[in-house]
């Protein structure tokens, strides 16, 4: 099965300073790439995903970026604010065949204020 | 609200109990996904149901089966209940081909004592 490895496990930044979180995935199938952040005690919720046709995704302060020779996929939150801390997971997709989603391990930000 | 329901949201129970998780997915969503989160770890798939039918399993113990009804909800039970069963069960749907990411339910925090 797809496995994903995710980097690092927990970042502590600055209020304004910029956070970047990556993850690697081994399929080279894998066709679609989400991000989900989880506050504390509640669900997960899409913040971003890029598919596999894209290099590159944007979203006001968060934006995506995929390199599908290395197999890896980045997520960049700019101008970050105290409500960005929260658990950040990456995951990843195989083909049109295979809905589930492989997780990362997650990363832990905390945005000092 | 997401659309994706989990009852109950809180559960007790004793060691060597049977509970039963339910969830009604998104409408129009055909697949459900019950994924197991304990303390500070990551996401570990459990299983998969697409339109009533088994897709896909992950690292689901003997002790825990699941089904998905023909109205679409899904219930997961977990029997023999042991004190690591404790964790957040979340239950996620997704239209068929998952592309554009599940919707996760706000979990069923299960207590095992």
Same mark, same amino acid.
């Given at each position: 099965?797809?496995?994903? /490895? @995710?980097? !690092?496990?927990?970042?502590?930044? @600055?209020? +304004?300073?910029? %956070? $970047?979180?990556?993850?690697?995935?081994?399929?080279?199938?894998?066709?679609?790439? !989400?991000?989900?952040?989880? /506050?504390?005690?509640?669900?997960?919720?899409?913040?971003?995903?890029?598919?596999?046709?894209? =290099? /590159?995704?944007?979203?006001?302060?968060? *934006?995506?970026?995929?390199? &599908?020779?290395?197999? #890896?996929?980045?997520?960049?939150?700019?101008?970050?604010?105290?409500?960005?801390?929260? $658990?950040?997971?990456? *995951? *990843?997709?195989?083909?049109?065949?295979?809905? &589930?989603?492989?997780?990362?391990? +997650?990363?832990? $930000?905390?945005?000092?204020? | 609200?997401? +659309?994706?329901?989990?009852?109950? &949201? #809180?559960?007790?129970? %004793?060691?060597?109990?049977?509970?039963?998780?339910?969830?009604? !997915?998104?409408?129009?969503?055909?697949? $459900?996904?019950?994924?197991?989160?304990?303390?500070?770890?990551?996401?570990?798939?459990?299983?998969?149901?697409?339109?009533?039918?088994?897709?896909?399993? =992950?690292?689901?113990? /003997?002790?825990?089966? %699941?089904? @998905?009804?023909?109205?679409? #909800?899904?219930?997961?039970?977990?029997?023999?209940?042991?004190?690591?069963?404790?964790?957040?069960?979340?239950? *996620?749907?997704?239209?068929?081909?998952?592309?554009?990411?599940?919707?996760?339910?706000? =979990?069923?925090?299960?207590?095992?004592?």
């Amino acid at each position: 099965g797809e496995n994903v /490895e @995710q980097h !690092p496990s927990t970042l502590s930044v @600055q209020e +304004g300073d910029s %956070a $970047v979180i990556k993850c690697t995935y081994s399929d080279s199938a894998s066709n679609y790439f !989400p991000w989900y952040k989880q /506050e504390l005690g509640k669900r997960p919720q899409l913040i971003i995903d890029i598919r596999s046709n894209v =290099g /590159e995704k944007k979203d006001q302060r968060i *934006a995506v970026t995929l390199n &599908k020779t290395a197999k #890896h996929f980045s997520l960049h939150i700019t101008e970050t604010q105290p409500e960005d801390s929260a $658990v950040y997971f990456c *995951a *990843a997709k195989k083909g049109p065949n295979d809905y &589930k989603l492989s997780f990362g391990a +997650g990363t832990t $930000v905390t945005v000092r204020a | 609200d997401s +659309g994706v329901t989990q009852t109950p &949201k #809180h559960l007790i129970t %004793a060691t060597g109990q049977r509970v039963t998780l339910r969830c009604s !997915p998104r409408s129009g969503d055909l697949s $459900v996904y019950w994924y197991q989160q304990s303390l500070d770890q990551g996401l570990q798939f459990l299983i998969q149901y697409y339109n009533g039918e088994e897709r896909a399993k =992950g690292n689901i113990l /003997e002790r825990f089966s %699941a089904q @998905q009804f023909p109205d679409l #909800h899904s219930e997961l039970n977990l029997s023999s209940l042991e004190l690591g069963d404790s964790a957040l069960y979340f239950c *996620a749907s997704s239209v068929r081909d998952g592309l554009y990411g599940y919707t996760f339910g706000s =979990g069923t925090r299960l207590t095992v004592v």
